[in-house]
């Protein structure tokens, strides 16, 4: 079954650090563009970071940048997003996304910022 699964989510005070994993089974994410979107209740989907085939291009959203990292390991099969100085606001799903010739979403992993 070709899937992507996200992991890492949880609960921190403001100010502190997580990273997301996603891991990808049933095919593999060498050659594909793969990001990372954020789903808050009442908001627009939004694409927080964007990773290369390769690793070497990312971009990142506006509001966390300077903030959060992406990276792969495609000999994983997963990439990565390291966050810091989270605030309230970066609360939400965080959704992993594989674009090559077809495009795949994972279920998503729940990140909550609150003291």
């Known amino acids: 079954q070709e899937q992507l699964v996200e992991s890492g989510g949880g609960s921190v005070q403001p100010g502190g650090s997580l990273t997301l994993s996603c891991t990808a089974s049933?095919?593999?994410?060498?050659?594909?563009?793969m990001r990372w979107y954020r789903q808050s209740p009442g908001k627009e989907r939004e694409l927080v970071a964007s990773?290369?085939?390769?690793?070497?291009?990312?971009n990142y959203g506006a509001a966390v940048q300077g903030r959060f990292t992406i990276s792969r390991d495609n000999a994983k099969n997963t990439i990565y997003l390291q966050m810091h100085s989270l605030e309230p606001e970066d609360t939400a799903v965080y959704l992993c996304?594989?674009?090559?010739?077809?495009?795949?979403w994972g279920q998503g992993t729940q990140v909550t910022i609150a003291s």
């Open positions: 049933g095919f593999r994410i060498s050659g594909k563009v």
């Open positions: 996304y594989a674009q090559g010739r077809d495009i795949y």
């Open positions: 990773i290369s085939t390769a690793g070497g291009m990312t």
